[in-house]
């Protein structure tokens, strides 16, 4: 099992270095993000894959982000609707989506003769907005289709759930009792706002304290700015019995996509992440914005 070395890496103290962003790294090569472009342009996902493991990244995400049903079916009044004006084979594709883009993670691993030393996460997030905790399913329903996303995960043969950018602590809550239903080891990393806190107001010590009897494999802060991401850092290492880690995105959101700026170049990152390694962040990598030449920096130097 491919998780095994992270977990030693975690149960010694030492550092896991997870990948940086996929999304914005397709459209910092000059291609939309917009499906994904894992069946239409497999080999540029799969090169992103091989960048970041070439920089030596530990864990490689999976190009999942918001792939679910409930994604395909918001833009259709039913399935009904669906069947009567959408393309074939939309109620299906998204758990096609899911598994080839697992698929195209370990086809990188196994291209860079890395065995089982590095873990394939996969990688999904709220059932609704990730920046809405009031868009949220009730809790049968989100136990129901956490349940039914992390199976399609299980079965395309991923190393662990990387289930990111939470917002509340209910949803916390149903994606870790769907990944302990389906056998796998979840981190879950939680958006925080600019006091530490989580978007629904819940603090991140509830959040610790609701988990807790689950035994998530890690907690992580992730898709906020660095300023951010570090006041939940400390929330996190105050109150959780698990490692913890931190991955903020950097740039600007410019909605649909992701504007780059220059405020956080790799070596001011590398110095940022001196200071989450020293207040006991033990996973670092990096999210919207970020890019192979920001998690080399991590790898070469903060083992150091």
């Known amino acids: 099992m491919s998780y095994a070395p992270v977990r030693a890496r975690l149960d010694a103290g030492e550092l896991v270095v997870l990948d940086g962003a996929i999304g914005t790294e397709i459209l910092r090569r000059e291609v939309t993000w917009a499906d994904h472009q894992l069946q239409t342009r497999p080999e540029l996902v799969r090169s992103i894959h091989s960048s970041y493991l070439a920089a ?12 679910s049903r409930r994604g395909f079916m918001q833009h259709f009044k039913d399935a009904e609707h669906m069947r009567h004006i959408g393309a074939s084979g939309l109620e299906t594709r998204w758990a096609e989506l899911v598994q080839a883009g697992v698929r195209l993670a370990q086809e990188a691993r196994q291209a860079a003769g890395l065995g ?50 939470v917002n509340s602590v ?44 689950l035994q998530p494999d890690a907690l992580l802060v992730n898709c906020a700015p660095p ?18 880690g931190i991955y903020p995105h950097i740039g600007r959101f410019d909605p649909p996509e992701w504007m780059f700026t220059d405020e956080y170049p790799p070596p001011r990152y590398l110095e940022l992440a001196r200071e989450w390694l020293a207040s006991g962040a033990r996973i670092i990598g990096g999210c919207c914005g970020t890019t192979p030449e920001h998690i080399a920096q991590l790898s070469t130097r903060l083992r150091m």
């Open 170 to 213: 209910r949803e916390a809550v149903a994606a870790a009792r769907a990944a302990r239903a389906v056998g796998l080891p979840c981190w879950i990393a939680f958006v925080p706002d600019e006091a530490g806190n989580l978007f629904s107001g819940e603090t991140l010590a509830q959040a610790c304290a609701a988990l807790e009897p």
């Open 116 to 165: 089982d030393s590095v873990a394939v996460a996969g990688a999904m997030t709220t059932l609704e907005w990730c920046f809405r905790p009031d868009l949220a399913p009730s809790g049968d329903a989100a136990d129901a289709e956490y349940r039914e996303l992390a199976s399609v995960f299980a079965e395309a043969g991923c190393d662990l759930l990387l289930i990111e950018t």
């Open 227 to 244: 300023s951010d991401i570090a006041l939940g850092l400390r929330q996190l290492v105050r109150h959780s019995s698990a490692p913890v």
């Open 56 to 67: 030596g990244a530990d864990v490689i995400s999976s190009n999942t982000f918001q792939l």
